[in-house]
């Protein structure tokens, strides 16, 4: 283990002589940002590397106008909302679902087939499934609209609004003012999509895209094996989960994700509309779509004044740079995404750094 | 949310699945990965296995996960 540490603090050295420059590497998964710190590898770096958590939590870069939208239809006395638990306490300009959970009609599900089992049991209910997430929750959504439509089950509506990585990462790297070297790519993500999914993006922007897992050993020698191809200048895409990740990914999945929804722009926290980046249902499922049974219109964007989610979430800020970390929001009073989430940037480093301080 | 665990499947019908992890049965679909078999080790994510992993892979996650439990029950305990 000290070898693997030793050799990357050797490759962070020479990458930094290449740029003559401190390293910027940027994680897109929640996972990730919580396995980096919880490893301490935040701090265990040298100065000449910075570890960035980008747009990686499925809650965190869900826009204000959709959570905005589904506490609208958490009103409704005809609607039950079957979500996963971290979208719960996310605050929109009106409350949170958890706010308005005394009817007793938010239901959290771990699994989209629990949404459909709800929509069964709750037959005088429209039951809306807060469907987000990234490639990995995406395939479960679209397993369960076909078999909604199979069982005849009408009273479950599909609210999608799952977010494609990529695009984002294009966004990203076309920000002029961005400051990313290199990506470390999600895991789960990939086994989905496939390491040569990131392909693209290394032709186009040169920079490194490396897929690990969650051992803090993988993310050690994915961050050796960045450096090594920054030094070299050499980027390209590799992959070090390979117990999990396979270049073409699952493509059972795939087929069933393309069959299932239409690729449209869509709107990510910090990032406004990105083209391509978003499902929606296809019109074969018009009748379990939310959006078209609801009506629901989009809602305008609105920032929480003060937030800083927008810029932490493009890697621009850090979380003790916003006004409002650790003071008015906390994992206990959060005001922003990344704070609700336990996998957002600034809940992990409310955790992790400030107790190391207390230490 | 991007959570997965490795588990052994135990039973198997359709596409439905029940699966070991570390002693706890989950329950799982397999139609994203349909040439499962019984006794093959998939990694379940949100309810769903994406992939089959090799028995080496899952063995060190487990032990992650071992580890980790322990680590968060001394840091609960630390922080209290």
Not at chain 1, 66 to 82: F, Q
Not at chain 1, 167 to 176: D, S, V
Not at chain 1, 189 to 203: F, R, T
Not at chain 2, 14 to 40: F, Q, S, Y
Request: charged share 25%; net charge neutral.
């Amino acid at each position: 283990m000290l070898e693997r540490i030793n050799r990357a603090y050797k490759e962070i050295a020479r990458a930094q002589k290449t740029l003559g420059r401190k390293i910027n590497i940027m994680e897109v998964c929640g996972t990730h940002t919580v396995s980096i710190f919880r490893a301490g590898l935040k701090t265990a770096f040298p100065d000449g590397l910075k570890l960035l958590s980008g747009p990686g939590c499925p809650v965190c870069i869900t826009d204000q106008g959709y959570i905005d939208a589904v506490l609208t239809i958490a009103d409704r006395d005809d609607c039950m909302i079957a979500t996963y638990g971290d979208m719960i306490r996310v605050p929109g300009k009106k409350g949170s679902l958890e706010t308005k959970s005394n009817k007793g009609n938010i239901k959290i599900v771990s699994s989209a087939e629990d949404a459909l089992r709800l929509a069964k049991e709750n037959p005088d209910k429209k039951v809306v499934f807060i469907a987000v997430g990234f490639s990995t929750t995406a395939p479960a959504t679209a397993v369960v609209a076909n078999e909604a439509i199979q069982q005849e089950i009408k009273n479950l509506l599909i609210f999608s609004n799952h977010k494609l990585v990529i695009p984002a990462m294009n966004a990203l790297l076309t920000q002029k003012n961005h400051r990313i070297d290199a990506f470390l790519c999600p895991g789960h993500v990939s086994v989905i999509i496939g390491s040569d999914a990131y392909k693209p993006i290394v032709e186009k922007f040169k920079k490194p895209c490396v897929v690990a897992g969650f051992e803090p050993m993988q993310i050690i020698e994915a961050i050796s094996e960045i450096c090594r191809q920054i030094a070299e200048n050499t980027p390209q895409v590799a992959s070090l989960y390979h117990a999990a990740v396979t270049e073409q990914g699952n493509k059972t999945a795939q087929k069933i994700i393309e069959e299932a929804f239409d690729i449209t722009t869509g709107c990510w926290r910090g990032l406004g509309d990105i083209e391509n980046s978003t499902l929606k249902l296809k019109e074969k499922f018009s009748e379990i779509d939310a959006e078209k049974q609801l009506y629901i219109k989009p809602m305008p964007e609105e920032d929480i004044p003060g937030c800083c989610c927008g810029q932490i979430l493009c890697g621009l800020m850090d979380p003790p740079d916003c006004g409002l970390f650790s003071t008015s929001c906390t994992p206990d009073t959060p005001i922003g995404p990344c704070m609700v989430s336990s996998e957002g940037a600034c809940a992990a480093w409310f955790k992790y750094t400030r107790k190391k301080r207390q230490n | 949310m991007c959570l997965a665990v490795p588990a052994r499947i135990i039973e198997l019908k359709g596409d439905e699945a029940i699966a070991d992890c570390m002693g706890n049965r989950i329950e799982t679909k397999t139609t994203l990965i349909p040439h499962v078999k019984l006794g093959d080790i998939i990694l379940i994510h949100a309810g769903f296995a994406i992939t089959i992993l090799d028995e080496e892979e899952a063995k060190k996650t487990w032990q992650l996960l071992a580890d980790l439990e322990n680590f968060s029950r001394n840091d609960n305990t630390d922080s209290g």
